[in-house]
């Protein structure tokens, strides 16, 4: 027998072949993992690396379903996250819009509320006085300029008349009201016994010089325009009446008292005159007769044609009108100078007699304008106020096209059946109104 011969093997050949030897053959791999594949298992190694063994199969289906599941669970977080910034974004701008309105207003009521100024600062503002620009029973108005080229018109009341309460009606009240058809109060000074009321500054002047006989003839002003006064001026009255927490009565409707922006709109100022009173309050009393003569309602006077209440702005607005349809005539009346003229009454006899406005204008849709201004303001100034029209329908009769308005009862009737020449003014009516003073 042959003798086992050893033979020494250096040590780096030591490795591969451990390794060899530790590794299954490659046939007996397959066999094991045929083996799972036949019991629809899967093949995989086990730990130790050297052997196999079966696992459950892993379903592809389930895998693109979970795949699935994550693209959309990511795009709906993705989303989320997205609807999430966006509702941030628009919630602070929402909230940075609101406080630019909020600040807004409160700048706003800054400068539209009135504000007090000095004597000196008055004196500044009107450059000393330089230039009036009007003088009345209660004062004389002044231009004047703040630095910021803002224009204003400051009147300088006249301390010898009234106690003051001219000026408390005009802070009271113009300070609250903050309306297109009124004029705007800046400020106001009370320094000791000088008191001075700062209001915006309008340039076209007031109505009265516009409808002046002088002024009309050259106005350049057409019926139209005329029309968006009187509407104005009777927005404006109706906001006093009804649009406030308390109801405003002006006491002084005139076209003095109604100044023109430099759009010819039409702004109700002077509330010197003026009183509050509830909405659900009728009528209101008085101790003195309110107004300026030839615009005061009859009960204003005496409480024997009716107890006082809006329907007196009411009268007056009417007087209005009809002086803005005179004020426009294109020919020189002949008048006695020995009588006065009653100058609604002649109006009214134009129309009953059929004579239309034809001596005023000569176009025909100017006349339609002309005629429907008197006919509306000969229904304000009935002599008794309930025959009177509410400021609501004045408006809602100068909005509409006017064919189909009536002529109102005649308010002179007391002086009996007029038979005369519509082209010829007649004397105005003299009654005799017993002045009742009224306690507050």
């Not at 690396?49 to 709906?76: D, H, Q, R, Y």
């Not at 819009?97 to 706003?108: M, P």
């Not at 106005?219 to 405003?248: M, V």
């Not at 009393?285 to 044609?305: C, L, Q």
Request: with cysteine; aromatic share 10%.
């Amino acid at each position: 027998m042959p003798s086992l011969v050893l033979v020494a093997l250096p040590t780096k050949f030591m490795p591969s072949i451990s390794i060899v030897t530790s590794q299954r053959p490659s046939y007996l791999v397959q066999r094991a993992c045929r083996g799972c594949e036949v019991k629809g298992k899967r093949c995989r190694l086990k730990n130790n690396k050297s052997e196999t063994e079966c696992g459950p199969k892993i379903n592809k289906g389930a895998l693109s379903k979970s795949a699935i599941t994550g693209v959309i669970m990511g795009s709906f977080l993705l989303l989320l996250a997205l609807c999430a910034l966006y509702r941030f974004y628009t919630y602070d701008k929402v909230e940075k819009k609101h406080q630019a309105n909020i600040e807004k207003f409160l700048e706003d009521y800054r400068n539209f509320r009135p504000t007090r100024y000095s004597y000196a600062d008055i004196k500044r503002i009107t450059n000393q006085f330089t230039k009036k620009l009007g003088e009345g029973s209660y004062g004389i108005v002044f231009k004047g300029k703040f630095s910021n080229e803002i224009y204003v018109a400051v009147k300088i009341l006249n301390t010898s008349k009234g106690n003051g309460e001219e000026f408390i009606n005009e802070v009271g009240i113009m300070g609250r009201i903050h309306r297109i058809n009124v004029v705007r109060l800046v400020g106001f000074c009370a320094d000791g016994f000088r008191r001075a009321l700062v209001y915006e500054f309008l340039p076209n002047d007031s109505l009265e010089k516009l409808i002046s006989s002088s002024a009309a003839k050259n106005s350049i002003l057409n019926w139209d325009k005329l029309q968006d006064i009187a509407l104005g001026i009777a927005k404006g009255i109706e906001y006093l009446h009804q649009g406030c927490d308390q109801r405003i009565l002006h006491f002084d409707i005139k076209p003095h008292n109604v100044l023109l922006d430099q759009n010819f709109n039409p702004k109700i100022s002077d509330f010197g005159l003026a009183k509050l009173c509830s909405k659900e309050q009728s009528a209101v009393s008085m101790t003195t007769t309110r107004g300026t003569v030839g615009y005061i309602a009859p009960e204003v006077f005496s409480r024997n044609f009716g107890n006082v209440s809006s329907k007196a702005d009411v009268y007056s607005f009417g007087i209005l009108l009809l002086e803005i349809v005179g004020g426009r005539k294109n020919v020189d009346v002949i008048i006695d100078n020995s009588s006065q003229v009653y100058f609604s009454e002649w109006i009214y006899n134009l129309l009953e007699e059929k004579e239309d406005i034809r001596i005023f204008v000569e176009d025909d849709r100017d006349a339609k304008i002309a005629k429907k201004l008197a006919i509306v303001g000969l229904w304000c100034i009935q002599w008794h106020p309930a025959d009177r029209l509410s400021m609501k329908d004045v408006v809602q009769m100068l909005e509409g096209e006017g064919d189909k308005l009536t002529m109102p009862p005649n308010p002179f009737a007391s002086a009996g059946p007029l038979k005369i020449n519509a082209n010829i003014p007649t004397k105005r009516l003299h009654h005799e109104l017993e002045v009742i003073p009224e306690l507050e």
